[in-house]
């Protein structure tokens, strides 16, 4: 990672760039790819996992003796980390329920509103490098806290054409059984339009790579909806001299080992603090399984000197970072002044892996700059808001007025008259 020092403001831009994902040249590539498996359906679906798999799929949804199968070869040391995992986020998520709303305005005005499920949704589990079952967890979790009345769930094959025994076996253990064997940019789509096997859902959910972004994306022209525009993983790490070097070492390369167009960003007050982490970053790289994949996403990555606290928390909210990591002294207070970031982890004891996989806070969070405007998956991500109104003959006539002055001035009639008819009603009733 190279080092940069207290680089001006105006070249952060430049310096704290992502990798470049080059939308209009991928979206071309993906567009194909969506008509063909909305004409084709469930076929599409067959010849796109034997060329880009590269394996026969003679049925696309997981049967219940594979779903049974699969228990038996996940671990009971898994099963319990999951059953743990599972509770930590069932409790968090439980939590953010909020009750219906009911109040009077004015006399006679009453207004509601309550939250309502989404009643069809597609999670997306990525299955490729890594088969992220915790994925699992995060979406489907909600999803059945909300109560929405369908999930499908959508995870690409091996060669071997089955899915991961961990995926199935956590799918079936909170209650999903419509698990389609397809991934990428095909998934998309057939959540998108529906094939003979994969219902048209109203929602799509998940992480993924930049086919299945930028298939996401198309999807929402189509009429359905997304959790968010998310890319590559990315993690910031801000610290001092109270952080641990091997500690902010580990978090930066449990980033970087997602993928090679992963990034990750060491924000340190003084060159020593930053060349600490970095060596121990080489130590740690050489002994990863995945350090060909951590190598490569370390080009993108960047250490940067920021003496000045202001100015430093001022660089990180410009980023705007999917995973925030603060091992800096009065952490607590610094996480205060965070206005962009997706998650953000506190302290030296806060690995950036709690929130992935079993804190109880969910890991599917907006990356590319856009916790700016979108917030993480959370319960209300499964659910609508929807308001109600209620006026009797005191609030008609309460309100009425009001009504008829502002729909006068804007010169829509029809508005006006919707009220004037009714207060007529009432005064001819009183009459």
């Known amino acids: 990672m190279k080092i940069l020092n207290n680089p001006s403001q105006k070249d952060w831009k430049k310096e704290i760039a992502r990798p470049v994902f080059k939308s209009k040249e991928i979206q071309k590539l993906v567009k194909p790819i969506m008509r063909k498996v909305k004409r084709q359906g469930d076929k599409a679906l067959q010849k796109f996992a034997f060329e880009y798999d590269h394996v026969e799929i003679t049925d696309l949804l997981v049967s219940r003796k594979e779903i049974e199968q699969a228990k038996e070869k996940v671990s009971a040391e898994l099963k319990q980390a999951i059953q743990v995992a599972l509770e930590n986020i069932e409790k ?14 004015m006399e006679g005005v009453t207004c509601m509103r309550r939250s309502v499920p989404i009643q069809r949704v597609g999670l997306y589990v990525p299955g490729g490098t890594a088969p992220l079952f915790s994925t699992v967890l995060m979406l489907g979790v909600p999803a059945n806290i909300a109560g929405c009345e369908e999930i499908v769930l959508c995870t690409p094959p091996n060669k071997e054409g089955k899915i991961h025994p961990a995926i199935l076996y956590t799918a ?12 990428g940019a095909q998934a998309i789509a057939a959540m998108t339009y529906g094939t003979e096997s994969v219902p048209k859902v109203d929602k799509i959910f998940g992480p993924g790579n930049q086919y299945v972004t930028a298939a996401k994306q198309l999807a929402t022209k189509k009429g359905v909806a997304i959790d968010m525009p998310a890319g590559p993983s990315e993690v910031l790490v801000y610290a001092d001299e ?30 020593k603090v930053a060349k600490a982490a970095i060596i121990e970053v080489d130590k740690q790289l050489e002994k990863l399984p995945r350090k060909a994949i951590a190598e490569k996403a370390l080009d993108n990555s960047v250490a940067i000197v920021m003496s000045n606290e202001d100015k430093a928390l001022a660089l990180i909210n410009e980023y705007a970072p999917e995973h925030l990591i603060l091992v800096v002294e009065n952490s607590d207070q610094v996480a205060l002044k965070i206005k962009n970031a997706g998650s953000v982890f506190i302290g030296n004891f806060t690995p950036e892996s709690a929130g992935d996989y079993a804190s ?27 308001t109600y109104q209620k006026l009797n003959a005191n609030g008609i006539q309460n309100l009425g007025p009001t009504i008829e002055v502002m729909a006068g001035a804007e010169l829509l009639e029809a508005h006006k008259n919707a009220v004037s008819l009714r207060l007529k009603y009432l005064k001819e009733k009183e009459s």
Request: aromatic share 8%; net charge negative.
């Open 92 to 105: 968090f998520h439980e939590a953010q329920q909020i009750p219906d709303l009911k109040m009077e305005t």
């Open 172 to 183: 079936d253990l909170i209650g999903i059984d419509k698990i389609v064997k397809a991934g």
């Open 242 to 271: 109270t952080s641990i070097p091997s500690f902010v070492a580990a978090d930066l390369l449990s980033q970087a080992e997602h993928g090679v167009d992963s990034q990750v960003i060491l924000v340190a007050n003084t060159e």
């Open 360 to 386: 109880g806070t969910n890991h599917t969070l907006p990356t590319y700059g856009f916790a700016k405007s979108f917030s993480g998956v959370s319960l209300d991500s499964f659910v609508k808001k929807i």
